[in-house]
């Protein structure tokens, strides 16, 4: 447990020199994300040994990278276009070393991870200077949701969430973590609103929307990309975060959140009148 809370400590340090330092400069955060963005991509490959198909591997590199930049440009449609063209025209000209099997898992896995980052990317860049506080955002329901479950299961876990996919999750670690992640949405709203800008107005309804939303999606989340490790059987997607694993295993439930807060920053507000 120590060295997992060491490295989570480690790595919500460097989330707040990204917000420091992306309030300034936004394009801090594209790149950052397109970085994530990539290294998670490439485990998922790993996942099933497809980084040793080059072909395979240079064209989501390439995808993984661009995508998210291109994402807050009026191009964020090309890189879809030339990837989904590319990858799948490989079984016509390397036919026989790769099957329909290896593209479609490399395609649909990359594909999520890349489109819910780019959302991730569009909706802080193009926040009207709120950056850190529409990243907090895409992040707290979920991570709030594993950190609580996590310790909720850990000391008072009983009933079995899902045997056979992760048999580690509890009933109790789900409830935990779903009132976790209504809890840090909320108190990100308040901590932005009177402690880091101040002059601004909070849609806490929307904030707890949110956290409702991540409650339950975050667990499923999870639950995919488990798995998906136990189709592969692999325990962790890498080893980049000693105690979690690897940035997909960090970020999984993450995915599946982000799209819901876009969505809702597009339509409905995050911010109050």
Not at 138 to 149: E, F, R, Y
Request: aromatic share 14%; glycine share 10%; net charge positive.
């Amino acid at each position: 447990m120590k060295t997992r809370i060491i490295s989570g400590a480690i790595g919500v340090v460097l989330c707040i020199l990204i917000f420091i330092f992306g309030e300034m400069f936004p394009w801090i955060y594209a790149v950052a994300l397109a970085i994530v963005n990539t290294v998670m991509c490439a485990e998922y490959l790993t996942a099933k040994k497809l980084q040793k198909q080059l072909p395979i591997l240079i064209l989501t590199f390439l995808f993984s990278v661009s995508m998210p930049l291109a994402a807050c440009t009026s191009l964020w449609y090309l890189p879809i276009f030339i990837y989904s063209f590319l990858m799948f025209t490989l079984l016509v000209f390397i036919r026989g070393k790769v099957s329909v099997g290896d593209i479609t898992f490399a395609y649909s896995g990359t594909m999520l991870i890349t489109l819910s980052m780019s959302c991730f990317t569009f909706m802080v860049c193009k926040s009207g200077g709120w950056h850190a506080f529409y990243a907090a955002l895409g992040l707290v329901g979920s991570w709030c949701a594993d950190t609580c479950a996590y310790f909720t299961g850990r000391f008072l876990g009983k009933h079995k969430l899902s045997p056979v996919i992760s048999p580690k999750k509890t009933v109790e670690g789900a409830i935990g973590g779903g009132l976790g992640a209504i809890a840090g949405c909320m108190l990100a709203g308040l901590i932005f609103q009177f402690i880091v800008y101040r002059n601004m107005h909070v849609n806490y309804l929307a904030l707890l929307c949110i956290g409702v939303f991540c409650a339950f999606v975050s667990v499923c989340g999870d639950l995919v990309f488990s798995a998906i490790k136990r189709e592969c059987s692999i325990k962790d997607y890498g080893s980049i975060m000693p105690g979690h694993g690897g940035l997909l295993d960090r970020f999984d439930s993450v995915l599946f959140c982000v799209p819901f807060v876009f969505m809702l920053s597009q339509t409905w507000g995050l911010l109050g009148v």
